[in-house]
């Protein structure tokens, strides 16, 4: 099956571009395709994320394992389209360059069939111009006022730790 995709950057202006791309690709080949259709040279770490109807991120899809030990990450290279990407869960949120978070929207458009003759990935749609830096993003938690940190560990005597405990 090919997936119609849409990917949009997390910007004030409208920017974005349509790819189909063949479900059993996996994540590591969408992540080139992007790459590509926005003009990135594909050379800067990139996750993909999971996540719900809201845009609510949930579970990293990474390029690259950086832990020193291993870790439980699902890898780009180790992860198909299709096993994560579907009609009930049509969101993605993906972020290139971490040091510059181009940060992008991507949705299930439609599933159609191969069609012969056509070479997957495809770009079927490029609309604006990527700017020169990524837009600015403004990081801060949605309901900070829900913790109260004058309520927090105020007596530090009361915390019973054993004076040797190294």
């Not at 069609?115 to 949605?142: H, I, R, W």
């Amino acid at each position: 099956m090919i997936y119609k995709v849409r990917i949009i950057l997390d910007a004030k202006d409208d920017i974005f571009r349509d790819i189909e791309i063949d479900a059993s690709n996996s994540m590591e080949e969408f992540h080139n395709a992007i790459a590509q259709a926005f003009g990135f040279l594909g050379n800067e770490m990139a996750s993909f994320y999971t996540c719900d109807e809201e845009w609510i991120q949930d579970e990293e899809i990474a390029l690259f394992d950086m832990s020193e030990s291993g870790s439980d990450v699902r890898l780009m290279n180790e992860t198909f389209l299709e096993d994560v990407l579907s009609e009930n869960n049509p969101k993605l949120i993906y972020v290139y360059d971490f040091l510059n978070m181009w940060t992008f929207f991507v949705e299930l458009a439609d599933i159609v069939e191969n069609v012969a003759g056509v070479s997957y990935p495809n770009l079927l749609f490029s609309f604006g111009e990527l700017p020169e830096t990524p837009p600015e993003k403004n990081f801060k938690a949605e309901r900070a006022d829900d913790f109260d940190f004058d309520d927090t560990l105020e007596n530090y005597d009361d915390l019973d730790f054993d004076e040797n405990w190294n």
